[in-house]
């Protein structure tokens, strides 16, 4: 390993050959070969072979390139010393490409986070590919200049600026976790290359009037095919839950006489996870609620560790199926402009607070931060006109 701290880190300047020559010796350390050298700091580079002929013969061109590099200059030697580091192929290995360290990142914010499978697709994988086309190369041989031609090419391809902050965003948490686990500069070159995109201001989601609401509800009751969703669609526009929310409440999750349900976890296309913030809550319930889950409990006899509302055949309710047959086809017969499901959730915080609920307590019964509820909804919550009539 490197002495004096990571690679890369409290590094002087580049001295030019001229100042001094630089001299490699060859130590044996515990029966390994390892090179040392000073370019300014005390340096010590592994050669990762056993002292023996053919490991000195290893370690004496190891230590030519080394002062090579040096005399040629600060184009050729590699500060970082990444570039004399023994390369494996095992899976800690040293040397790394930018599309694989991406892929390896994508696996493991999977599997720490459980991402949903369509975040992945779409958020992560198309990031994987963008670089496999544009920087298909050794991960620690990326710098800022090749970050800056990366984002050229995702501004040519006319990606949104969202799209393109949340790109760098990503790749540079992808590089910082990469640091942790492969020999990577530390100098991160994706670092505050999102700060540069502002994304274009988006008009807020269009909540549903309160006869919308009503119309929307009747018609799923009335629907012989798309019936069964109607309690769904109802508590979602009473209780504010996100979708996964819903699709995943369990019998087991509703308090005595259903005053209350525990929201601690999602289920979105077919995988159960925590909730978006990562945080539970307890939310009250309405009285018809209450009485739409006493009428459905004496109907289906559940067991405790039922979903609440199930497909007609089982199983969670995905919302790429519910999405574009059951939703699409009410609202075109209510005559009602299209918004995802998610404005049930939106329509149901906008007249909460409309009617003048506590930001902070409906902030807490939602599962939204306070500060993020007042920034998207504080159009809602003043209601009077501001401006002077003249």
Known sequence: MVEGGSWGENLPPFLPPSF???????????????????DGNRRCVPIGVADSPIGRSLALSKKAQIELDWQLGAEHYDQTLVKYLPRTLSK????????????????????????????????????????????????????????????????????????????????????????????????????????????????????????????????????????????FV???????????????????????????TWIGESCSRGVRRSTKTGKARTILLSPSVQRMLVARFERLQPKPDDLVFPRPKGGAIDDQNFRPRAWKQILEKCSIEYRRPYALRHSAISHALANGANPIAIAEQTGHSPKVLLETYAHVIAKEYLFLEV
Not at 234 to 256: P, V, Y
Request: charged share 25%.
């Open 234 to 260: 109802s508590f979602m526009a009473n209780t504010g839950c996100r979708f996964g929310e819903a699709a995943g409440l369990k019998w087991k999750h509703l308090g005595a006489d259903y005053l209350t």
């Open 20 to 38: 001094f020559l630089m001299k490699v010796t060859i130590e044996s350390f515990r029966g390994k070969l390892r090179l040392r050298f000073d």
């Open 92 to 231: 800690a290995a040293t040397e790394i490409s930018a599309p694989e360290l991406f892929d390896r990142f994508t696996k493991h914010q999977t599997k720490a986070k459980g991402l949903a499978p369509s975040s992945v697709k779409n958020r992560y994988r198309s990031i994987t590919s963008a670089l496999r086309k544009h920087l298909d190369k050794p991960a620690h041989q990326i710098g800022r200049r090749e970050a800056e031609f990366f984002a050229a090419e995702c501004e040519a391809k006319k990606l949104s600026g969202h799209t393109i902050k949340e790109r760098f965003w990503l790749l540079a948490s992808a590089w910082a976790w990469g640091v942790k686990h492969y020999h990577l500069p530390t100098d991160n070159p994706w670092a505050g290359m999102a700060d540069r995109f502002k994304p274009s201001p988006k008009q807020a989601v269009k909540p549903f009037t309160v006869k919308e609401l009503q119309a929307i509800k009747a018609a799923f009751a009335d629907h012989p095919r798309y019936c069964h969703y109607s309690d």
